[in-house]
């Protein structure tokens, strides 16, 4: 079945960066579009940024674009998150997400069928 586990979380002062790793398997991993999600205390889950099966597409929420970036190796079917600038207002459980991507290389920002634990990433002042 499919399997998505993250990494890379952790506690970091803003202005920080971490890198987080979203390791699939029990899919063909370069059919499926890969999203990164966020949900912080209290609030509902939030997309962060998306990538194409190919990886020539990206796609950003507005409050990350220039500060965070996705990237993918399809040999080792992962899936990076870089978050440069870390905020407190970052902090957050990061949780992956994919989705099978037939006859096109979009990066949807919504829609995704397979899920990982999350990850905790907490920025301090």
């Known amino acids: 079945q499919v399997q998505l586990v993250e990494s890379g979380g952790g506690l970091v002062q803003a202005g920080g960066s971490l890198r987080l790793a979203c390791a699939a398997s029990?899919?063909?991993?370069?059919?499926?579009?890969v999203a990164w999600f966020r949900q912080a205390p209290g609030k509902e889950r939030e997309f962060v940024a998306a990538?194409?099966?190919?990886?020539?597409?990206?796609v950003y929420e507005h409050s990350v674009k220039g500060r965070f970036t996705i990237s993918r190796d399809n040999a080792k079917t992962t899936v990076y998150l870089l978050l440069d600038s870390l905020k407190p207002g970052d902090t957050a459980v990061y949780f992956c997400?994919?989705?099978?991507?037939?006859?096109?290389?979009?990066?949807?920002?919504?829609?995704?069928?397979?899920w990982g634990q999350g990850t905790q990433v907490t920025v301090s002042s």
């Open positions: 029990g899919l063909v991993f370069s059919s499926y579009a």
């Open positions: 997400a994919a989705n099978p991507i037939y006859g096109s290389d979009l990066a949807p920002t919504s829609g995704y069928r397979y």
């Open positions: 990538i194409s099966r190919s990886g020539r597409s990206t």
